[in-house]
């Protein structure tokens, strides 16, 4: 059964390698154009699975913050993965070895969540194992291939591959946002305070990751507190 399952996770997680794939291909540009060398990024990617909180990283890690900032925002970014882990480990037996749990959620995100959530019955380690060996990869090879690639391919075909992380995150937020109205509402507040504490003058001066910090906690205190999520109503 170990094998069995450990193959079919890897069936399933190959879906999440493409995807992983071209979106981290566009997070090594980014980080060789911003003076991250190639072996850098692989290693940030190695060691971090998560979109937005390396490329909040890189804002960081080039305009010279302190690690304090670096470490709370991506606290802050990653919050949901606490979430998300918790969630998850309700579906193992309860005598499953800690170690496990551990890796697996080292490993988690958004996407591995997604699948090994819809999982019947007991989830089995070896299905997690064989996601995460076909997903994973593809964050850091894309990783690989797009810093490599970035030192050679053209300006004008970098900045087209740059719009790919902005296409990734508009494919994110706009189903959700054409079905809830209020999550369409948060994400225009989240646009316009963003502008606010990007052009203002007083408020500019804060550095971008205490911004994001500030942003993420009030915008999200404020919808919680304004639409609290009923018991029952989770959509994990």
């Not at 882990?85 to 579906?91: A, M, V, Y």
Request: hydrophobic share 50%; proline share 4%; charged share 10%.
């Amino acid at each position: 059964m170990v094998k069995k399952n450990l193959l079919k996770g890897f069936k399933d997680g190959i879906p999440i390698f493409l995807g992983y794939f071209a979106v981290s291909f566009t997070f090594g540009i980014s980080a060789v154009k911003l003076g991250i060398s190639p072996f850098q990024s692989v290693l940030i990617s190695a060691t971090n699975f998560t979109s937005a909180g390396q490329f909040a990283a890189l804002s960081i890690i080039t305009g010279s913050l302190s690690y304090f900032e670096m470490a709370l925002t991506t606290f802050v970014i990653n919050l949901r993965y606490f979430l998300m882990s918790s969630s998850l480990s309700q579906k193992f037996k309860p005598d499953m070895p800690s170690i496990h749990r551990y890796l697996i959620a080292f490993g988690n995100t958004d996407e591995v969540f997604g699948v090994c959530s819809m999982y019947n019955g007991h989830l089995p380690p070896s299905y997690c194992y064989g996601v995460l060996s076909s997903a994973l990869p593809g964050w850091v090879l894309g990783t690989l291939f797009g810093a490599i690639l970035g030192n050679i391919l053209t300006a004008r075909a970098l900045s087209a591959l740059g719009i790919a992380l902005y296409g990734m995150f508009i494919a994110i937020i706009m189903p959700t946002a054409r079905k809830e109205k209020f999550i369409a509402q948060i994400i225009i507040l989240s646009m316009l305070l963003s502008a606010i504490f990007t052009f203002l003058p007083i408020l500019s001066q804060i550095s971008s990751g205490s911004r994001i910090i500030i942003l993420t906690i009030l915008i999200s205190a404020l919808a919680a507190y304004i639409k609290p999520i009923k018991e029952g109503e989770e959509d994990l």
